[in-house]
Nanobody, 120 residues
Framework: QVQLVESGGGSVQAGGSLRLSCKAF????????FGWYRQTPGNQREFLAS???????RYADSVSGRFSISRDNTENTVYLQMNNLKPEDTANYYC??????????????RGRGTQVTVSS
């Protein structure tokens, strides 16, 4: 059974840091690209970062320089290090997987998410 499970969310003050984890089950981890997204109630999903099979990374302008994506193929886990958090970063964060990076945005392989709340 394919499953992505996020963890590491929580409540922090502005300027703080969190590291999110996304552990994959039931897929060949090294053969997949991964991405992190976030969503708040009533708003569209927002792309944050992606990492290809080969380790190439891409970031949204809103998080570039503050967030960093990485992957550990031995642990079947993708990480999102988030620094200098702002109140507008408050959202539910989830990861997605796809065999082809261009299909990541429409992938049905995604987790339920972990909530991040940043207070001012």
């Amino acid at each position: 059974q394919v499953q992505l499970v996020e963890s590491g969310g929580g409540s922090v003050q502005a300027g703080g840091s969190l590291r999110l984890s996304c552990k994959a089950f039931g897929i060949i981890f090294r053969n997949n690209a991964f991405g992190w997204y976030r969503q708040t109630p009533g708003n569209q999903r927002e792309f944050l970062a992606s990492i290809t099979i080969g380790g190439n990374k891409r970031y949204a302008d809103s998080v570039s320089g503050r967030f960093s994506i990485s992957r550990d193929n031995t642990e079947n886990t993708v990480y999102l290090q988030m620094n200098n958090l702002k109140p507008e970063d408050t959202a539910n964060y989830y990861c997605a997987a796809a065999r082809i990076i261009s299909l990541l945005g429409n992938s049905e392989t995604r987790g339920r998410g972990t909530q991040v709340t940043v207070s001012s």
